[in-house]
């Protein structure tokens, strides 16, 4: 655990080949980042008002299943460069960032739905 906060272990070029533990869990998270865009990819066909919300959704699961498999690649390979470790880091930050837009997206749902009732509730007036 102490060899995580180290400056070595981050920013070595050519750091090695992942234990056979950590490969596990890599493929582990791929194969749920593509189970999972199966998933709502079957879900988003009759989303609704949701439909957005899933595109968005649908999309960080297929774009991090690619570039997860794609960094596996290269760890896997040993490439001196594309396997250094702090490629997993931005990996991590980019998705967090990436789930906090999806995050606000989805808190804009409710208002729309709001918009949408009062609209129906109006039209039901009209001729």
Same mark, same amino acid.
Not at 5 to 13: I, P, R
Not at 91 to 114: G, Q, T, Y
């Given at each position: 655990?102490?060899?995580?906060?180290?400056?070595?272990?981050?920013?070595?070029?050519? *750091?090695?080949?992942?234990?056979?533990?950590?490969?596990?869990?890599?493929? $582990?998270?791929?194969?749920?980042?593509?189970?999972?865009?199966?998933?709502?990819?079957?879900?988003?066909?009759?989303?609704?008002?949701?439909? $957005?919300?899933?595109?968005?959704? %649908?999309?960080?699961? !297929? $774009?991090?299943?690619? =570039?997860?498999?794609? =960094?596996?690649?290269?760890?896997?390979?040993?490439? *001196?460069?594309?396997?250094?470790?702090? #490629? !997993?880091?931005? #990996?991590? =930050?980019?998705?967090?960032? #990436? !789930?906090?837009?999806?995050?606000?997206?989805?808190?804009?749902?409710?208002?729309?739905?709001?918009?949408?009732?009062?609209?129906?509730?109006?039209?039901? %007036? !009209? *001729?």
């Amino acid at each position: 655990m102490t060899n995580l906060l180290t400056w070595d272990f981050w920013f070595n070029l050519n *750091p090695g080949a992942l234990t056979p533990l950590n490969q596990k869990i890599f493929i $582990g998270l791929i194969i749920a980042f593509v189970a999972l865009t199966i998933f709502v990819l079957i879900i988003k066909r009759n989303g609704g008002i949701y439909r $957005g919300f899933l595109n968005s959704l %649908y999309s960080f699961y !297929l $774009g991090n299943a690619i =570039i997860g498999s794609i =960094i596996f690649f290269f760890n896997y390979e040993l490439v *001196p460069f594309f396997s250094a470790r702090f #490629w !997993l880091a931005i #990996w991590l =930050i980019a998705m967090l960032a #990436w !789930l906090v837009f999806i995050l606000k997206r989805l808190s804009v749902i409710p208002k729309h739905k709001k918009e949408l009732e009062e609209a129906k509730e109006i039209n039901k %007036y !009209l *001729p």
